[in-house]
């Protein structure tokens, strides 16, 4: 699992400096996790995300971004609680889910936001 920085985040993802409106950037869907070191629901949610990378591999881009070393990103999308979870489909708008969630819940959106099973 790849963690992004400002830079990389506007080459794979979205480039918020340029576009105001959502352009996705990225060739397959992807989820983005805003986590901290510090946070234990996101040690929590990270075995679960590892697993998922394995299972979707070529389907989905798992993303980490560490709020306290990204702390200009983390600003841009206006996180506040993590985790904070970005699933971003190749069409239509991102949608943002808070907390860790259970694998299932993460399939259920893959397949519902993402279109991808």
């Not at 352009?23 to 805003?34: A, M, S, Y």
């Not at 946070?39 to 929590?44: H, L, Q, R």
């Not at 990103?73 to 979870?85: E, K, N």
């Amino acid at each position: 699992m790849e963690h992004l920085t400002k830079e990389t985040f506007k080459k794979k993802v979205f480039n918020y400096e340029e576009n105001k409106d959502w352009k996705f950037e990225g060739d397959l869907p992807c989820l983005i996790d805003f986590y901290a070191d510090w946070c234990s629901p996101c040690k929590a949610v990270a075995p679960v995300l590892e697993e998922l990378a394995k299972e979707y591999d070529g389907k989905i881009n798992i993303y980490k971004v560490n709020t306290e070393e990204q702390q200009e990103l983390a600003a841009a999308f206006g996180i506040r609680s993590i985790p904070s979870l970005l699933f971003c489909p190749k069409e239509g708008q991102p949608q943002m889910a808070m907390g860790a969630l259970p694998k299932e819940t993460f399939k259920s959106a893959f397949k519902d936001v993402l279109n991808v099973e």
